[in-house]
C-alpha cells in the first residue's frame, strides 16, 4: 500500500497548491512559471512537444490560458512568429479568460479563437476556447454547435464532454431529481461510445455530480452532498461500481486529466459511503485535488476535500 499522502496545511499558498490547475504537469507548471517572466520560448517547446495529442494540448493551453501575464506574453509571440499556430492558440485561450473576468471583449476573444482555428484547421482548441466561453455566456445552442465542432476533430475530447455535461445538468433546475434526465442519458452514450480505456468511463459520475450541484443550488437537495440521497438510488449505485471497476482495471492515470476523474469519483464513493474505495482514490489523488466537485453546491473545496480525506482515512 503507498504511503499517505502529506498533510494539508491551512494557509492560502497550501491551498494554492493543493487545486492548482496544472495538475501533475509537471512540465506545464514549470513553463507557466517561466511565461510568468516573460519567456515565452518555454512555452514554445512545451507545445511543440505536446503535438497532436489533443487532450493534452487542450489541458495545458487552457492552464496556461488562464495565468493573468498570459495574454501579454502571448501577443508579444504572437509579434514575433505571426504565423504560429500555437502562438495564436495561447493567445486565444488567454483572450477567453480575461473575457471571463471581464477585462477583454467577448467578440475580439471569439475573433482570437477563429484566427487560431484557420492557422490550425484539425486542431480542436481553438474550438474548445470558444466552447469555454459560451459554456458561461453563451446560448445553449451555441454549445452544442461548438461542441459538435470539437468532437468533430476528437470524439474522446475530455474537456469538451465536461463542459458539455455541466451544461446539460442546468436543464430543468427546478425539476427535481429524475433519473431519466438528458444529462445522464447523454453521459452513458458518450461512456458506451468510447473505447474501453477511455476515461469518458467517468462521465456518468460527473454527470450524477453536476446534476447534484444544479438540485443543491436550487434548494431540492441538502447543502451537505453526503447528506443527500443522491448518490443512493439504484441507478446511481450502477454508476459508481462500473465507473470504480474501470479504474481498478484502467487507472487513466496516464491522461493530462485524470486526477479530475479521480476526484469526481473520490467525492462520489465519500457520499455514497463507501469509505475503503474512497480511501485507494485519495491515495491515488495524492495533492492534486480539484476544486471540482469538492466545492458543489456552494462550500469551500479546501475544507471540503479535508473533511471527507480524513474521514476516509484517517488522518488530517
Given at each position: 500500500?503507498?504511503?499517505?499522502p502529506?498533510?494539508?496545511?491551512?494557509?492560502?499558498?497550501?491551498?494554492?497548491?493543493?487545486?492548482?490547475?496544472?495538475?501533475?504537469?509537471?512540465?506545464?507548471a514549470?513553463?507557466?512559471?517561466?511565461?510568468?517572466?516573460?519567456?515565452?520560448?518555454?512555452?514554445?517547446?512545451?507545445?511543440?512537444?505536446?503535438?497532436?495529442?489533443?487532450?493534452?494540448?487542450?489541458?495545458?493551453?487552457?492552464?496556461?490560458g488562464?495565468?493573468?501575464?498570459?495574454?501579454?506574453w502571448?501577443?508579444?509571440?504572437?509579434?514575433?512568429?505571426?504565423?504560429?499556430?500555437?502562438?495564436?492558440?495561447?493567445?486565444?485561450?488567454?483572450?477567453?479568460?480575461?473575457?471571463?473576468?471581464?477585462?477583454?471583449?467577448?467578440?475580439?476573444?471569439?475573433?482570437?479563437?477563429?484566427?487560431?482555428?484557420?492557422?490550425a484547421?484539425?486542431?480542436?482548441?481553438p474550438?474548445?476556447?470558444?466552447?469555454?466561453?459560451?459554456?458561461?455566456?453563451?446560448?445553449?445552442?451555441?454549445?452544442?454547435?461548438?461542441?459538435?465542432?470539437v468532437?468533430?476533430?476528437?470524439?474522446?475530447?475530455?474537456?469538451?464532454?465536461?463542459?458539455?455535461?455541466?451544461?446539460?445538468?442546468?436543464?430543468?433546475?427546478?425539476?427535481?431529481?429524475?433519473?431519466?434526465?438528458?444529462?445522464?442519458?447523454?453521459?452513458?452514450?458518450?461512456?458506451?461510445q468510447?473505447?474501453?480505456?477511455?476515461?469518458?468511463?467517468?462521465?456518468?459520475?460527473?454527470?450524477?455530480?453536476?446534476?447534484?450541484?444544479?438540485?443543491?443550488?436550487?434548494?431540492?437537495?441538502?447543502?451537505?452532498?453526503?447528506?443527500?440521497?443522491?448518490?443512493?438510488?439504484?441507478?446511481?449505485?450502477?454508476?459508481?461500481?462500473?465507473?470504480?471497476?474501470?479504474?481498478?482495471?484502467?487507472?487513466?492515470?496516464?491522461?493530462?486529466?485524470?486526477?479530475?476523474?479521480?476526484?469526481?469519483?473520490?467525492?462520489?464513493?465519500?457520499?455514497?459511503?463507501?469509505?475503503?474505495?474512497?480511501?485507494?482514490?485519495?491515495?491515488?489523488?495524492?495533492?492534486?485535488?480539484?476544486?471540482?466537485p469538492?466545492?458543489?453546491?456552494?462550500?469551500?473545496?479546501?475544507?471540503?476535500?479535508?473533511?471527507?480525506?480524513?474521514?476516509?482515512?484517517?488522518?488530517?
Amino acid at each position: 500500500m503507498p504511503p499517505p499522502p502529506p498533510p494539508l496545511g491551512r494557509s492560502r499558498k497550501r491551498a494554492a497548491r493543493l487545486f492548482d490547475p496544472a495538475l501533475d504537469d509537471a512540465e506545464l507548471a514549470a513553463a507557466r512559471a517561466a511565461l510568468d517572466r516573460g519567456r515565452w520560448t518555454e512555452v514554445r517547446s512545451l507545445l511543440a512537444a505536446t503535438g497532436r495529442d489533443w487532450d493534452r494540448r487542450g489541458h495545458r493551453l487552457v492552464v496556461l490560458g488562464q495565468a493573468p501575464a498570459t495574454f501579454a506574453w502571448a501577443k508579444e509571440w504572437r509579434l514575433a512568429e505571426p504565423e504560429s499556430a500555437d502562438a495564436a492558440a495561447l493567445s486565444a485561450c488567454a483572450a477567453v479568460f480575461r473575457a471571463m473576468r471581464g477585462k477583454e471583449r467577448t467578440d475580439r476573444a471569439k475573433e482570437a479563437c477563429r484566427v487560431a482555428a484557420e492557422l490550425a484547421p484539425d486542431d480542436p482548441t481553438p474550438w474548445l476556447g470558444l466552447l469555454v466561453l459560451a459554456r458561461t455566456l453563451g446560448t445553449e445552442e451555441e454549445v452544442v454547435r461548438l461542441f459538435d465542432k470539437v468532437r468533430h476533430r476528437h470524439p474522446e475530447h475530455h474537456h469538451a464532454h465536461h463542459l458539455m455535461v455541466g451544461r446539460l445538468a442546468e436543464r430543468r433546475a427546478d425539476m427535481g431529481q429524475d433519473p431519466l434526465h438528458e444529462v445522464y442519458d447523454f453521459a452513458s452514450w458518450a461512456a458506451e461510445q468510447a473505447p474501453a480505456d477511455s476515461p469518458l468511463a467517468i462521465l456518468p459520475v460527473v454527470a450524477h455530480a453536476e446534476r447534484y450541484r444544479v438540485l443543491a443550488e436550487a434548494g431540492s437537495e441538502p447543502p451537505q452532498p453526503e447528506r443527500s440521497g443522491h448518490w443512493s438510488g439504484r441507478r446511481a449505485r450502477l454508476v459508481m461500481k462500473a465507473a470504480f471497476d474501470w479504474w481498478l482495471e484502467w487507472d487513466g492515470a496516464e491522461h493530462p486529466r485524470g486526477r479530475i476523474d479521480l476526484n469526481f469519483l473520490a467525492h462520489a464513493k465519500f457520499c455514497e459511503g463507501r469509505a475503503a474505495e474512497a480511501a485507494a482514490l485519495f491515495h491515488r489523488i495524492g495533492q492534486y485535488a480539484t476544486k471540482e466537485p469538492w466545492s458543489y453546491p456552494d462550500r469551500d473545496p479546501s475544507d471540503a476535500f479535508r473533511a471527507a480525506r480524513t474521514a476516509a482515512l484517517g488522518v488530517a
